[in-house]
């Protein structure tokens, strides 16, 4: 009898300002990864190309590809994913931030394993942790006009969501070939990854979750280094953009006008899904927030 080849996965890993990290991210797949048949597929989106030339470098068998300006997260996935498509002809494509750290040996072949037992899973996410081991993102759900978190940490079996994260999307080929690539008009950055596991859902696919296989993600240091006025540009532009092309009714009415301007104007004592009045600060800089509201419609 034949023996069947695992499942070829291209690893697409967009970087912007982040070596030290993204050093560590390779080190962690190339180190500790028992899953032989997949290939990394590097794209500086620097805009410098200094940090594309040193993994050439250091790891000659990661494919870099050097962008001659800044595109951000979905423009910069999507020429990885093409790349791939050309070059390696993968059967999965697993989009993964460059400030992640693999834990786990079995990591990919169980989460190649959980996409063949179900041809109608279209997207597989995981356990994202922060590097002290609390929970961060395990998918979450499309609720009225919220997009709300799965809070449930000790779950262990495979379960489905609306969304999940992009430091994290594990994508089936038949995805691409059918639902195509993410939205690049949420470029730099998010949203892009919630949009498209709506996009794979409304075409009849499951978004799941595969509690049992953890990674560490320290969040947000990328988007930490840059200015926060910037930032809440690009959060109320994309935010209006999803909502008024994935919601509907009341739902996209009190996104619009209710939620965002209180995002402009309060921001969370902690990082918590639940919205309570005790939870809320009001921003210093909520009128320069307020006009950036009106500005980005």
């Not at 961060?136 to 609720?143: A, L, R, T």
Request: with cysteine; net charge positive.
């Amino acid at each position: 009898m034949k023996k069947v080849k695992p499942s070829k996965v291209a690893i697409i890993i967009s970087t912007f300002n982040q070596e030290k990290l993204l050093e560590i991210n390779l080190n962690s797949i190339l180190d500790k990864t028992n899953y032989k048949n997949y290939k990394i597929f590097l794209i500086d989106d620097s805009g410098k190309g200094e940090i594309g030339r040193k993994i050439k470098k250091k790891f000659k068998s990661i494919d870099v590809t050097i962008n001659l300006k800044n595109k951000g997260f979905s423009k910069s996935n999507n020429l990885g994913i093409k790349r791939a498509l050309k070059f390696y002809n993968p059967d999965y494509f697993l989009l993964l931030n460059d400030d992640t750290e693999v834990i786990d040996a079995d990591w990919l072949k169980k989460m190649v394993l959980e996409g063949e037992k179900d041809s109608q899973i279209g997207i597989l996410g995981c356990k994202i942790i922060y590097p002290d081991g609390s929970l961060q993102n395990v998918g979450g759900y499309i609720k009225k006009w919220e997009i709300a978190k799965e809070l449930e940490g000790s779950r262990k079996k495979v379960f489905e969501v609306d969304h999940v994260m992009g430091a994290f999307m594990l994508i089936k080929r038949e995805i691409i070939n059918k639902v195509g690539y993410l939205d690049e008009t949420y470029s730099p950055y998010l949203l892009e990854d919630t949009d498209y596991c709506l996009n794979v859902k409304k075409k009849g696919f499951k978004v799941v979750s595969v509690p049992y296989v953890s990674i560490i993600h320290k969040k947000g240091k990328s988007i930490d280094s840059l200015d926060k006025g910037e930032v809440m540009k690009v959060r109320m532009r994309n935010d209006i953009y999803f909502t008024i092309k994935n919601l509907l009714g009341w739902k996209k009415f009190f996104r619009l006008f209710i939620y965002l301007p209180m995002v402009a104007i309060f921001r969370k004592r902690k990082d918590e899904n639940s919205l309570n009045l005790k939870n809320f600060k009001l921003r210093k800089d909520f009128l320069r927030n307020l006009f950036i509201y009106l500005h980005s419609f």
